[in-house]
């Protein structure tokens, strides 16, 4: 008998409907099943996307609810288990983008840590992140994992392709020896529960009473390979700009924009939107409203984005950045541009 998708107890909590996630964990999960040979497209019913979105740079962000519904229904159709772990074997230093950078330059490895926990939301972390004292008569300190909501069923995932993706970063940074003196894990130790000594090279324990990483004092002070002061300050402005760039958007309002940047220099209109989403442009524009936001006020936000991405980047003249945005006139153009901006297209050439 197939297994239905499950009632999130949480769902009522707005927090887990607001688009902030990148998910590469699913772009991942997209690429598993290429290599097994399963279809995939199963995973996206009801949810307005499709495989083909995770196969790019640029992915979209997805609710933390979109997000664990689609991970929910890939561990059930790949074979095998433990993906967790394969998934996060896959990652290293660079797979953490800005966030590696900035932990590379950082002057020792307490540092690190710190920025790494304080950043992890700009590397589409579905969990959330904290750093504790460790037990008592140790030195060290202690990395705690907590759900966003009590899921038993992604508690493993989750975990697993965190501390192993972070365990790959951590040796990125501190060489192939660095260890962990122990993982501590809340849930029941799965059928493959041996994979997890080779994996992390450490104890593991099961049925604890919190997920965590339990890190020796003597790493702490190790140096960073790249540190540089002046780097530093250069890339933590960059992580502070994306932390802020999160911005907190309805499930409806990121659908929405990811049709509008699609169909671009379609200029669609609400009508065209409403009957993709197979919807009444009322219910749409319901919808919309209660995200306190509007049809018009999206699209001249991501013809203007776009605009201004064009004209600081491209040799296209201003008549076809004016098409690629959606307008057949240029004047019309002008004057929109202005209206969005305050100034002239022509102003913002470099």
């Known amino acids: 008998m197939q297994q239905r998708d499950k009632v999130d107890p949480a769902i009522g909590d707005p927090r887990l409907s607001v688009a902030n996630i990148k998910s590469t964990i699913v772009a991942g999960l997209v690429a598993l099943a290429r290599e097994s040979g399963v279809a995939c497209e199963p995973w996206f019913a009801g949810l307005r996307l499709g495989p083909a979105q995770f196969s790019t740079d640029a992915l979209p962000s997805l609710s933390y609810r979109q997000a664990a519904l689609i991970i929910r229904r890939a561990l059930r159709s790949l074979p095998g288990s433990g993906h967790g772990l394969v998934l996060g074997a896959r990652q290293d230093i660079g797979s953490f983008g800005l966030l590696g950078l900035a932990m590379l330059t950082a002057p020792d490895f307490a540092r690190a840590l710190r920025l790494g926990i304080h950043y992890a939301p700009i590397t589409g972390a579905m969990v959330e992140l904290s750093l504790e004292e460790d037990e008592p008569g140790q030195s060290g300190i202690a990395v705690v994992v907590r759900m966003r909501d009590r899921d038993r069923e992604l508690e493993p995932f989750l975990c697993e392709e965190l501390f192993v993706s972070s365990l790959h970063l951590c040796r990125g940074l501190l060489g192939p020896g660095f260890r962990p003196r122990r993982v501590e894990l809340a ?9 997890y000594n080779g994996t992390f090279d450490c104890e593991v324990r099961f049925g604890c009473e919190r997920n965590c990483v339990l890190i020796d004092a003597a790493w702490l002070a190790s140096p960073m390979p790249a540190h540089n002061p002046a780097s530093a300050q250069q890339v933590l402005a960059l992580c502070d700009a994306q932390l802020r760039g999160r911005q907190a958007s309805s499930e409806i309002v990121a659908v929405v924009e990811r049709l509008l940047r699609a169909r671009l220099a379609d200029n669609p209109r609400l009508v065209d939107v409403a009957a993709e989403l197979h919807m009444t442009e009322r219910t749409l524009r319901r919808q919309l ?17 776009a605009a201004r991405r064009l004209l600081g980047e491209s040799r296209l003249t201003i008549a076809q950045i004016g098409t690629a945005v959606g307008f057949r006139d240029a004047r019309e153009f002008r004057r929109a541009f202005k209206r969005w901006s305050g100034v002239a297209p022509r102003s913002l050439r470099p």
């Open 289 to 305: 409203q209660s995200a306190s936001t509007s049809f018009t006020a999206l699209h001249d936000r991501i013809r203007s984005e």
């Open 187 to 195: 849930y029941p130790a799965p059928a493959y529960a041996l994979d």
